[in-house]
């Protein structure tokens, strides 16, 4: 996706080809521009003749004007690094095509033509994992957004529709396996060893949903009858030694075909769902349809070598995909500015069959958790962008928390202002309309509109308006009547200097004291800058509830005395409010401590309320236990240095790190006894045993921080007890903090016990990248040196890297150090794989809201990869935009 070298305009049309010398600065596509590619592309066919050096590609596209376009008497095919072997049109061989950087320029003089073209690519040196290459032997491919120009000359843009037929031939001992998308319609042997393979995908898509795969691989197979009565065939293909760990993914998969059918009325529309993991792979996953292909990460587990926290992503990350067979698939969008009315609802669509299987309250602390700790950072600094982009340099840099999970967050809106009914009427009218189509944002706000009888006029801002909106919310009391004035503000972001206020829906509740109970949770609509609600009925001030349930992705700034927050934290009856409740009285002690300072008497007072909270829910019997342990989860350094106009990370760590040993000091007896009953507890995969070991490893954690050397004993039993990687990874993560002999030994029998699984080494990288070991920096040091470690393999990248980068005590160490690891990482990987390469930038981007010490150390840093030669449109995009 990253080495597009030639990027589409937008309308297809030659305008960057008039000869000009190549910018510097690669150009800004704006979402503006978009104008209808003047060519249709109907059917295309494909010839694969495979090999894993060199690989033959012949398509053969059927193409005709577009009546809908401006006329051009040239089709502008993109490509990315090829170089035509041969040209045909209308069975011709032609030579006046020219090229455009990697495009190929052919003139088409009538209404309809044959072009086909053949071109050769050496997978196994394709680093970028784009495209067509090579990973453990087999051949795949990953076509978003823009990796089909790297396989052959295509308009690869969302908006051209064809039909696809693939012939795939090769070496039968070393691609035993050939698959495609749709059906495969015919096979055969060929001369030698080799044999060929041809697919059918009846359904017209866009190129970047294309899939081959070519390798040795078994499959878990099993079937799902769909609604009106279909027979399905589904897969899971993999390596024959991961083959006993794909059951989960698999009943994930036939969970998500039945709740897509009963939730949204959406059925499955081929004969055959294939899913293929790879180990080598840029993202999560990819929906291609019916082949989705999948990073091995979000496919294989089992208890021995897979957390609760893994199955659940696993679950999550095949109803995701799933999901995009209708929204994304059937539906697609026009052009990448309109990549949220994909990514976005299809968020929502998985957070919303993840609340169903797992529960509601839990889920959904747990995915404001991310928009918090990565949505809200990025929509406050210098890469903020609305959910709708109006422009880009490269779009794989716009595959984003913002678009993702705001974009769920925006749609999620809808879906409560109309109520699920309403909304389930807006979807279905949006999927009528739109099907086969490739649509924009506006197509579905307008479904909305439409379907679910919403008036979204206004609402729209929040599709053009970046950053996260501030309300601010004060009950005053007279008589019997509360008011409740709320007032919003949305920050400037990047090009954005002046803001609308926008239409927010705030569910609310006001307690009375006395009772703790409400007359009834409502909804009310702040949709001006500022609203005064009266209530009237209330003898004594009321307590507020707001934002329950997290019905508006905004930032709330409630003005209440703290045992309001410690009355919520303990008896609010909506479990998300009461963990916000327990999450601002956190924040609110440790931003003032890490700020501006408190006296002893303030700090004493902060501490008290947050153990009397903290004490009530380790001991709340009315508590499951994986709401208890989501809301004994303290808020994060990134977070909390979200809430600093000027954050010092070292300060923070020292304050968060400082309450925690309190707390473990103040309720050690507590926190040891639920250590304790949890651990009695055996394993399953039911709801309490999986509360049991969140709670066990999360007690640990804590009384790490009071008692190390006691605690190191605890965590190495921990470890040697365990019969599932959830309590030893646990175990194995505090102990990594510790500096104890019990590390050591855990550490080296932790990486004997699973050296042949990558997924588990993934871990062990990650486990000493995070940890609060003072000598962190000089761990990761040395993880970069060890035998296991490759810039080739993403997850072993994001393993040791990402892992670090989220080590605020590790990566903000105040010599500058961290900063420079990364920086060196960024510039190391770039040439290998620039996607990768990209995602780490924004970590360093955060500087201006860093002490000024820091704040100079890390924009030191993005100078010097500004500087370097050669860089990525990616890297140099973040890098340009971060520098500000
Ligand atoms: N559409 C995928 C995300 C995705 C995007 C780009 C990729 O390139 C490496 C891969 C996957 C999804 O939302 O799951
Ligand atoms: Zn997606």
Same mark, same amino acid.
């Not at 150009?27 to 109907?42: G, N």
């Not at 089909?148 to 308009?155: A, L, S, V, Y």
């Not at 303030?602 to 009315?622: C, M, S, V, W, Y």
């Given at each position: 996706?990253?080495?597009?070298?030639?990027?589409?305009?937008?309308?297809?049309?030659? *305008?960057?080809?008039?000869?000009?010398?190549?910018?510097?600065?690669?150009?800004?596509?704006?979402?503006?521009?978009?104008?209808?590619?003047?060519?249709?592309?109907?059917?295309?066919?494909?010839?694969?003749?495979?090999?894993?050096?060199?690989?033959?590609?012949?398509?053969?596209?059927?193409?005709?004007?577009?009546?809908?376009?401006?006329?051009?008497?040239?089709?502008?095919?993109?490509?990315?690094?090829?170089?035509?072997?041969?040209?045909?049109?209308?069975?011709?061989?032609?030579?006046?095509?020219?090229?455009?950087?990697?495009?190929?320029?052919?003139?088409?003089?009538?209404e309809a033509h044959e072009v086909a073209i053949v071109t050769e690519i050496d997978p196994s040196a394709n680093s970028q994992l784009m495209g067509l290459y090579a990973s453990n032997g087999m051949l795949c491919t990953q076509c978003e957004a823009e990796g089909f120009r790297r396989i052959t000359f295509f308009p690869d843009r969302p908006d051209v529709l064809s039909i696809y037929r693939v012939r795939m031939e090769g070496s039968k001992a070393q691609f035993p396996v050939l698959l495609s998308n749709g059906n495969k319609v015919a096979e055969g042997e060929g001369e030698g060893d080799r044999h060929w393979a041809?697919?059918?995908?009846?359904?017209?898509?866009?190129?970047?949903?294309?899939?081959?795969?070519?390798?040795?691989?078994?499959?878990?197979?099993?079937?799902?009858?769909?609604?009106?009565?279909r027979e399905v065939a589904l897969n899971v293909w993999v390596r024959a030694e991961d083959l006993p760990r794909t059951g989960h993914a698999m009943e994930s998969l036939k969970k998500s075909m039945k709740w897509d059918e009963e939730t949204f009325g959406r059925e499955y529309d081929l004969d055959l769902f294939n899913i293929v993991a790879v180990g080598d792979f840029n993202m999560g996953a990819m929906e291609n349809k019916g082949l989705n292909v999948f990073n091995t990460k979000y496919v294989l587990a089992d208890p021995e070598t897979a957390t609760d926290g893994d199955f659940d992503a696993i679950e999550g990350?095949?109803?995701?995909?799933y999901f995009h067979n209708w929204s994304g698939n059937r539906v697609t969008c026009r052009d990448w500015f309109q990549l949220s009315l994909k990514e976005g609802f299809t968020v929502l669509r998985d957070q919303l069959f993840s609340q169903d299987m797992q529960g509601e309250a839990v889920k959904r602390i747990e995915d404001v958790r991310v928009l918090r700790s990565v949505q809200f950072p990025e929509d406050s600094g210098p890469l903020a962008h609305p959910i709708r982009p109006d422009s880009f340099r490269e779009i794989s840099n716009f595959y984003t928390a913002t678009i993702y999970n705001k974009g769920a967050?925006?749609?999620?809106?809808?879906?409560?202002?109309?109520?699920? *009914?309403?909304?389930?009427?807006?979807?279905?009218?949006?999927?009528?309309?739109?099907?086969?189509?490739?649509?924009?944002?506006?197509?579905?706000?307008?479904?909305?509109?439409?379907?679910?009888?919403?008036? &979204?006029?206004?609402?729209?801002?929040?599709?053009?308006?970046?950053?996260?909106?501030?309300?601010?919310?004060?009950?005053?009391?007279?008589?019997?009547?509360?008011?409740?004035?709320?007032? *919003?503000?949305? =920050?400037?972001? =990047?090009?954005?200097?002046?803001?609308?206020?926008?239409?927010?829906?705030?569910?609310?509740?006001?307690?009375?004291?006395?009772?703790?109970?409400?007359?009834?949770?409502?909804?009310?609509?702040?949709?001006?800058?500022?609203?005064?609600?009266?209530?009237?009925?209330?003898?004594?001030?009321?307590? #507020?509830?707001?934002?329950?349930?997290?019905?508006?992705?905004?930032?709330?700034?409630?003005?209440?005395?703290?045992?309001?927050?410690?009355? &919520?934290?303990?008896?609010?009856?909506?479990?998300?409010?009461?963990?916000?409740?327990?999450?601002?009285?956190?924040?609110?002690?440790?931003?003032?401590?890490?700020?501006?300072?408190?006296?002893?008497?303030?700090?004493?007072?902060?501490?008290?309320?947050?153990?009397?909270?903290?004490?009530?829910?380790?001991?709340?019997?009315?508590?499951?236990?994986?709401?208890?342990?989501?809301?004994?989860?303290?808020?994060?350094?990134?977070?909390?240095?979200?809430?600093?106009?000027?954050?010092?990370?070292?300060?923070?760590?020292?304050?968060?790190?400082?309450?925690?040993?309190? #707390?473990?000091?103040?309720?050690?007896?507590?926190?040891?006894?639920?250590?304790?009953? !949890? %651990?009695?507890?055996?394993?399953?995969?039911?709801?309490?045993?999986?509360?049991?070991?969140?709670?066990?490893?999360?007690?640990?954690?804590?009384?790490?921080?009071?008692?190390?050397?006691?605690?190191?004993?605890?965590? !190495?039993? *921990?470890?040697?007890?365990?019969?599932?990687?959830?309590?030893?990874?646990?175990?194995?993560?505090?102990?990594?903090?510790?500096?104890?002999?019990?590390?050591?030994?855990?550490?080296?029998?932790?990486?004997?016990?699973?050296?042949?699984?990558?997924?588990?080494?993934?871990?062990?990288? %990650?486990?000493?990248?995070?940890?609060?070991?003072?000598?962190?920096?000089?761990?990761?040091?040395?993880?970069?040196?060890?035998?296991?470690?490759?810039?080739?393999?993403?997850?072993?990248?994001?393993?040791?890297?990402?892992?670090?980068?989220?080590?605020?005590?590790?990566?903000?160490?105040?010599?500058?150090?961290?900063?420079?690891?990364?920086?060196?990482?960024?510039?190391?990987?770039? =040439?290998?794989? !620039?996607?990768?390469?990209?995602?780490?930038?924004?970590?360093?981007?955060?500087?201006?809201?860093?002490?000024?010490?820091?704040?100079?150390?890390?924009?030191?840093?993005?100078?010097?990869?500004?500087?370097?030669?050669? &860089?990525?449109?990616?890297?140099?995009?973040?890098?340009?935009?971060?520098?500000?």
């Amino acid at each position: 996706m990253d080495i597009a070298r030639t990027p589409s305009t937008p309308d297809g049309n030659p *305008q960057l080809a008039d000869a000009a010398p190549e910018p510097k600065e690669p150009p800004l596509i704006r979402r503006e521009d978009y104008r209808p590619f003047p060519w249709l592309v109907p059917e295309i066919a494909l010839d694969f003749d495979l090999g894993l050096e060199a690989t033959r590609v012949t398509a053969t596209l059927t193409v005709a004007r577009n009546a809908r376009a401006d006329a051009s008497q040239i089709i502008r095919l993109n490509g990315d690094g090829l170089q035509p072997l041969s040209v045909a049109v209308d069975g011709e061989l032609v030579n006046d095509w020219t090229m455009d950087g990697g495009d190929l320029m052919l003139p088409l003089p009538g209404e309809a033509h044959e072009v086909a073209i053949v071109t050769e690519i050496d997978p196994s040196a394709n680093s970028q994992l784009m495209g067509l290459y090579a990973s453990n032997g087999m051949l795949c491919t990953q076509c978003e957004a823009e990796g089909f120009r790297r396989i052959t000359f295509f308009p690869d843009r969302p908006d051209v529709l064809s039909i696809y037929r693939v012939r795939m031939e090769g070496s039968k001992a070393q691609f035993p396996v050939l698959l495609s998308n749709g059906n495969k319609v015919a096979e055969g042997e060929g001369e030698g060893d080799r044999h060929w393979a041809e697919w059918h995908d009846p359904w017209p898509k866009p190129s970047y949903l294309f899939a081959l795969v070519a390798g040795d691989l078994v499959a878990r197979s099993d079937s799902f009858a769909t609604m009106s009565g279909r027979e399905v065939a589904l897969n899971v293909w993999v390596r024959a030694e991961d083959l006993p760990r794909t059951g989960h993914a698999m009943e994930s998969l036939k969970k998500s075909m039945k709740w897509d059918e009963e939730t949204f009325g959406r059925e499955y529309d081929l004969d055959l769902f294939n899913i293929v993991a790879v180990g080598d792979f840029n993202m999560g996953a990819m929906e291609n349809k019916g082949l989705n292909v999948f990073n091995t990460k979000y496919v294989l587990a089992d208890p021995e070598t897979a957390t609760d926290g893994d199955f659940d992503a696993i679950e999550g990350v095949i109803a995701h995909e799933y999901f995009h067979n209708w929204s994304g698939n059937r539906v697609t969008c026009r052009d990448w500015f309109q990549l949220s009315l994909k990514e976005g609802f299809t968020v929502l669509r998985d957070q919303l069959f993840s609340q169903d299987m797992q529960g509601e309250a839990v889920k959904r602390i747990e995915d404001v958790r991310v928009l918090r700790s990565v949505q809200f950072p990025e929509d406050s600094g210098p890469l903020a962008h609305p959910i709708r982009p109006d422009s880009f340099r490269e779009i794989s840099n716009f595959y984003t928390a913002t678009i993702y999970n705001k974009g769920a967050e925006v749609i999620r809106m809808m879906r409560t202002m109309a109520g699920p *009914q309403a909304f389930r009427q807006g979807t279905d009218l949006y999927f009528d309309r739109h099907d086969g189509e490739a649509a924009t944002c506006e197509d579905f706000v307008k479904a909305m509109e439409d379907g679910a009888g919403l008036d &979204l006029a206004k609402f729209r801002l929040w599709y053009s308006q970046a950053g996260t909106p501030k309300v601010s919310a004060v009950v005053s009391h007279d008589g019997d009547v509360a008011t409740l004035t709320l007032r *919003q503000q949305v =920050p400037p972001t =990047p090009g954005q200097p002046a803001k609308h206020p926008m239409p927010i829906p705030l569910k609310l509740a006001l307690f009375d004291r006395e009772s703790a109970t409400h007359g009834g949770e409502r909804l009310v609509m702040l949709d001006g800058a500022e609203k005064t609600i009266a209530f009237e009925g209330f003898a004594q001030p009321p307590v #507020l509830s707001i934002n329950r349930g997290f019905s508006a992705p905004v930032s709330i700034e409630r003005h209440v005395p703290r045992e309001d927050l410690v009355f &919520l934290a303990a008896r609010d009856d909506d479990a998300f409010a009461r963990s916000e409740a327990m999450q601002e009285l956190v924040v609110g002690h440790l931003v003032a401590a890490a700020g501006e300072g408190l006296d002893e008497g303030e700090r004493g007072e902060g501490r008290a309320a947050i153990r009397e909270a903290l004490a009530a829910i380790l001991t709340d019997p009315a508590l499951d236990d994986l709401m208890r342990g989501e809301l004994m989860v303290l808020p994060g350094e990134t977070y909390l240095a979200e809430q600093m106009l000027v954050a010092d990370p070292g300060r923070i760590h020292a304050e968060r790190e400082s309450l925690k040993a309190w #707390l473990a000091s103040e309720l050690g007896r507590e926190l040891r006894d639920i250590h304790a009953r !949890a %651990s009695s507890v055996p394993y399953s995969l039911d709801r309490d045993a999986r509360g049991a070991r969140k709670v066990k490893t999360l007690a640990l954690s804590l009384l790490a921080a009071g008692d190390p050397e006691q605690t190191a004993d605890l965590a !190495a039993d *921990q470890y040697d007890a365990a019969d599932n990687m959830t309590d030893r990874q646990g175990a194995l993560m505090v102990l990594a903090g510790l500096p104890s002999a019990a590390r050591t030994d855990r550490l080296i029998d932790f990486y004997r016990r699973y050296r042949e699984n990558p997924l588990v080494i993934d871990k062990w990288f %990650s486990l000493q990248a995070m940890s609060l070991h003072p000598d962190a920096i000089e761990h990761v040091r040395a993880l970069r040196q060890h035998e296991d470690f490759t810039l080739r393999n993403p997850n072993r990248v994001r393993a040791l890297y990402m892992a670090f980068a989220g080590n605020p005590h590790a990566f903000h160490a105040a010599s500058g150090e961290g900063y420079r690891m990364i920086a060196d990482l960024i510039l190391e990987l770039d =040439p290998i794989n !620039a996607q990768t390469a990209a995602r780490f930038v924004p970590p360093l981007g955060r500087w201006r809201r860093m002490e000024p010490g820091r704040a100079a150390l890390m924009r030191a840093e993005l100078e010097r990869i500004a500087a370097a030669p050669q &860089l990525s449109r990616d890297t140099h995009e973040q890098v340009t935009r971060s520098l500000g």
